[in-house]
């Protein structure tokens, strides 16, 4: 059974920065989609960012481009959510997510999803 397991949330004041990470167990996902989504209270989830595991291209949401870097260590299992110049804005529960095709935006495409790490940023 895959389990995505996240970590590296926290509270931080705008203008720092945060790593996510997303360790994967159970299964490989090298033909998987890992997409980072956010959830701010009252707000619909978001896919904020995404990597192709078995090439390492990503996408980024205009919100985060520039920000934000998605990476992965096939030898950990794991990716990475780089979070610099963090915002207020940028406060909400980050999950990352896997599908087994392309990068898609919504969150029902996703097969696999993590419990979801708590991101503060104050002002």
């Known amino acids: 059974q895959v389990q995505l397991v996240e970590s590296g949330g926290g509270l931080v004041q705008a203008g720092d920065s945060l790593r996510l990470s997303c360790a994967v167990s159970g299964r490989t996902l090298s033909r998987y989609t890992m997409g980072w989504f956010r959830q701010a209270p009252g707000k619909e989830r978001e896919l904020v960012a995404a990597i192709i595991w078995s090439h390492g291209a990503t996408y980024y949401a205009d919100s985060v481009k520039g920000r934000f870097t998605s990476s992965r260590d096939n030898a950990q299992n794991t990716v990475y959510l780089q979070m610099n110049s963090l915002k207020p804005e940028d406060t909400a529960v980050y999950y990352c997510?896997?599908?087994?095709?392309?990068?898609?935006?919504?969150?029902?495409?996703?097969?696999?999803w993590g419990q979801g790490t708590q991101v503060t940023v104050s002002s």
């Open positions: 997510a896997a599908n087994r095709g392309g990068v898609k935006h919504y969150f029902t495409e996703y097969d696999y």
